[in-house]
């Protein structure tokens, strides 16, 4: 493996190509600008370097990215590249991952709107992030133990597991499938209308008409606060372990809650079995 240190790197892919190349302590910065640094190469380290310069990892295979910073001008770092690892590292540019696959993440700090649009299996731990639309039409997830600031996150994904992250996160998981979020804290308004098969488990919902238009919808022992008009027109299995403001009109299947402040029926298509263990009533069903 050829050795590159200490040096500064800023013309026009300025590592075309390279193969089985490690860069220690480097800075892809300066006047002349340029873009595409490693573009189209392989076997690549980048180590305690600085991205401040364009595109610098497209069409690349095998990549790792320790100790570093690709900065708020790094814009769309990573794009078509495979086979990534990345460590320790603050990715700042915008879109800073697209149409990546075999992504492994841990104790990165993201700032990035548009962060990682339809890649597939992303291994991430640890992190933080912030940003608009993060991973939109993504596929094969595992995230544990990251924080998310952000609208519009997870839309249109599938495939993905969550565990022990906080998500604070308006319209999240729209149009989501076969989704699991456990041990997790998201709060937003407008959670995940349209998804199919997606499971909350032991998680802390918090935010207005949550889970509407939902198919193969469960959640198991959660809490929802400030819940309002939840689950209308969806299909679900739900226990909860805190009280609702108000549920309106879920299609079918059923939910055990200790009360809500107001049941809405007002759909002959609603046919939902609602137990509400704490009040008087201690049954019914929409419809």
């Not at 910073?69 to 991952?97: N, Q, V």
């Not at 509407?212 to 299995?237: H, I, N, P, Q, W």
């Not at 059923?254 to 002959?268: F, G, H, R, S, T």
Request: aromatic share 10%.
């Amino acid at each position: 493996m050829t050795v590159i240190r200490n040096k500064t790197f800023d013309e026009e892919r300025a590592l075309y190509g390279a193969r089985g190349v490690r860069v220690l302590d480097c800075r892809f910065d300066g006047p002349a600008d340029g873009e595409s640094a490693f573009k189209e190469g392989s076997d690549i380290s980048a180590e305690r370097c600085y991205f401040n310069l364009r595109y610098p990892f497209w069409h690349d295979e095998r990549v790792k990215i320790l100790d570093s910073e690709l900065t708020e001008l790094c814009r769309a770092a990573l794009w078509y590249t495979h086979s990534i690892e990345i460590e320790r590292t603050k990715l700042h540019g915008i879109k800073a991952l697209r149409e990546c696959g075999e992504v492994t993440m841990r104790d990165c700090d993201i700032v990035s709107s548009e962060f990682g649009w339809s890649v597939r299996g992303v291994d991430m731990e640890r992190c933080t992030a912030k940003g608009e639309y993060f991973m939109l039409r993504a596929s094969n997830l595992r995230l544990s133990e990251v924080a998310l600031d952000g609208k519009y996150s997870f839309q249109y994904i599938e495939n993905a597991v969550f565990d022990r992250c906080q998500f604070d996160t308006k319209d999240a998981f729209w149009h989501a499938k076969n989704v699991v979020v456990r041990n997790s804290v998201v709060k937003g308004e407008y959670l995940a209308w349209y998804c199919e098969n997606v499971t909350f488990e032991n998680c802390k919902i918090i935010g207005t008409q949550p889970l509407c238009y939902c198919k193969g919808l469960r959640l198991v022992d959660c809490e929802m606060v400030d819940a309002d008009l939840a689950f209308e027109k969806s299909e679900l299995s739900a226990t909860l372990k805190t009280p609702v403001l108000s549920i309106k009109n879920p299609r079918a299947g059923w939910i055990e809650l200790p009360a809500a402040q107001e049941i809405i029926v007002d759909d002959p298509s609603s046919n939902c079995k609602i137990i509400c263990t704490d009040s008087v009533n201690k049954s019914m069903r929409a419809g």
